[in-house]
């Protein structure tokens, strides 16, 4: 036994660094990467989109040539991208790395998406087409907080899990629970699942002040309105998008997207619209920490990416990471 044990392979090292919107992932992603030679994979559900790139606030054309990055722009805004899509991308882009030696990062905030990696997904029951019809249509004409409302009957575990506008979630909750008899978070405790196996997963969570991480988020909404630069900004990219793929664009209808798509159509001014993108942002930003907060292996980190006390706590533990076996 003890010499199967010694020739077991060894686990290769994994870093994740998540935490809320606007609180310095990207940063402190590429400061390790530098430091440790590091590829990133990215672990956001909009920034898989072509073309979406300021509502996303992806990294920039030159941070992305200083560093690979993986699962970004994979897909076009009318291909949809599940949580099982990104995880087998993901896995295939992190053994990829590995294998050539360096250390991948997964960076992102998709509570979601990192789970499914992870941890990796119940066997779900296959679409139910007219059901998911039937749904929508529903959304479009009382709204997704009904869609919510009938999740709350049904589970309410789950309904405190995804936001009362986030319609396709909604839609395959009740899609699921109806299909099997039994509330998701139920089958999300009774089915078996594919975990991630081969890495020592090392995980960082930056947590800033509540009232500078909520300023940084008012300031970088509006900056995507109105960019300090030349150049088009949110409204002019959700306008070209809008026109390309049409209204009914699952990605669309995220935040900073949703609040441009309705100053198009005339339902809100620009100030309005920016109030709308900041407070949705604020209300996300909760929703990660909380959802982060449930996970005990998370390294707290208090501050921001960008802060250099951070990057020195997170380079250490990296480094100790990176030293046992």
């Known amino acids: 036994m003890a010499a199967l044990v010694d020739r077991a392979e060894p686990l290769a090292p994994l870093l994740i660094v998540a935490g809320p919107t606007a609180s310095g992932k990207t940063a402190l992603a590429l400061a390790l990467a530098h430091q440790f030679s590091g590829e990133i994979v990215s672990c956001d559900s909009v920034a898989v989109y072509r073309g979406m790139e300021i509502g996303t606030a992806k990294p920039t054309l030159a941070e992305r040539a200083s560093v690979p990055h993986h699962l970004i722009d994979v897909f076009p805004p009318d291909a949809p991208c599940t949580a099982g899509d990104y995880s087998r991308l993901a896995r295939e882009a992190i053994r990829g790395i590995a294998k050539r030696d360096r250390l991948p990062i997964v960076c992102g905030g998709t509570g979601l998406y990192l789970r499914a990696l992870v941890d990796g997904l119940f066997p779900a029951p296959p679409r139910h087409e007219p059901l998911r019809v039937r749904l929508r249509n529903l959304a479009q004409l009382r709204g997704p907080a009904h869609l919510h409302r ?25 899609e699921v629970t109806l299909a099997a008899r039994q509330p998701i978070t139920r089958q999300w405790q009774q089915q078996p699942r594919d975990p991630l196996t081969g890495f020592r997963i090392l995980r960082l969570g930056l947590n800033p002040p509540r009232a500078e991480l909520y300023a940084r988020i008012n300031r970088r909404a509006a900056q995507m309105f109105n960019p300090p630069t030349q150049g088009g900004g949110l409204v002019e990219e959700t306008a ?19 609040q441009a798509a309705a100053l198009l159509r005339g339902e809100l001014t620009g100030d309005q619209a920016i109030a709308a993108a900041q407070q949705g942002h604020r209300n996300y ?14 390294h707290w980190l ?11 706590q ?10 046992t076996r």
Do not use: M
């Not at 990296?318 to 030293?323: E, I, K, Q, R």
């Open 150 to 174: 009938i999740l709350a009957r049904l589970d309410p575990a789950a309904a405190r899990l995804i936001h009362a506008n986030d319609a396709p979630k909604l839609i395959r909750a009740i």
């Open 302 to 312: 208090p501050g921001f990416g960008s802060d250099q006390e951070v990057i020195q």
């Open 314 to 323: 997170a380079s250490a533990l990296v480094a100790h990471h990176l030293s």
């Open 285 to 298: 930003a909760k929703r990660q920490l909380t959802w982060f907060r449930k996970d005990p292996a998370l």
């Open 240 to 258: 070209h998008l809008l026109a390309q793929y049409g209204p009914d664009c699952r990605p669309l209808t995220s935040l900073g997207y949703a």
